[in-house]
């Protein structure tokens, strides 16, 4: 099996407490907005290396800290993508990701890595999505099959709150009147293309199998978007059922635009 996040590495270097209290210093640098969501610069670097290397059990490079912070990114969407498989729960209470063997099974058929959380627990999960900016994973456990919550439940990224298609205009804080009236424009028309054949067609069971449509038409767009809005979509999608049926009512055009436009 392949090593996706170079655990030998991690081992031997960030064993001892110390990947943990890299994982507090760039949440406390998030916080406290010294550096953006995912992105950090070489004065952050600078200082991770300084406190790392106070400890005294090894000696860092700014090379080596971010070469970890990759590994760690990494991790992270391999963890949201895994989250989508179905039969996929987490668990708030251990810090895992839970599945019967057979769904297992066949989510390590599709990606070998994602062996990499089974019976694992995952206890920096909620600073992680807050550090790359995800919405932080529902206790799907406590919520019965076939079920969305609404909104993506309680724990949120900080100013990263999901709204409706509806209300693009309102998070383009640089837009001006012309383009808030284009956006308008181009959700009235999403809505108006929600009565179109095209989209009754789609047959689209309620819970997992809605979600799961929406996984699908996102890897059919997944070379047109940015990374990043690609997987904040995707954590958008997985936590409402509101927008999962929004997402599904657009066409093709209309959903690459909300995709790439919505953040």
């Not at 760690?72 to 989250?83: A, S, T, W």
């Not at 309680?154 to 808030?180: K, Y």
């Amino acid at each position: 099996m392949g090593d996706p996040v170079n655990r030998h590495t991690d081992r031997k270097l960030w064993a001892d407490g110390l990947d943990e209290a890299l994982i507090n210093m760039m949440y406390e640098d998030i916080s406290a907005r010294r550096a953006e969501l995912g992105k950090f610069g070489q004065k952050n670097y600078n200082m991770y290396v300084k406190q790392l290397n106070h400890f005294g059990s090894k000696i860092f490079s700014t090379e080596q800290v971010n070469e970890k912070i990759k590994r760690l990114k990494k991790r992270q969407y391999m963890f949201i993508e895994l989250l989508g498989q179905p039969g996929m729960k987490w668990d708030n209470s251990s810090k895992s990701v839970i599945a019967i063997d057979e769904y297992w099974e066949k989510a390590i058929s599709v990606n070998k890595d994602w062996n990499f959380f089974r019976n694992v627990e995952y206890s920096f999960c909620s600073k992680l999505c807050e550090i790359f900016g995800m919405l932080a994973p529902i206790d799907t456990t406590q919520i019965p099959a076939g079920k969305q919550v609404e909104g993506g439940g309680e724990e949120r990224h900080l100013g990263a709150e999901v709204q409706s298609p509806t209300d693009i205009s309102m998070i383009t804080p640089s837009s001006g009147p012309s383009t808030r009236k284009r956006d308008k424009g181009v959700v009235e028309a999403s809505a108006s293309k929600r009565s179109k054949p095209s989209t009754s067609k789609m047959d689209i069971d309620e819970g997992g199998e809605r979600f799961s449509r929406c996984v699908e038409l996102l890897m059919e767009m997944k070379s047109k978007v940015p990374v990043n809005d690609w997987f904040r979509s995707f954590n958008a999608l997985h936590g409402s059922s509101k927008l999962q049926r929004d997402f599904l009512a657009m066409n093709d055009e209309y959903r690459l635009l909300w995709t790439t436009k919505f953040w």
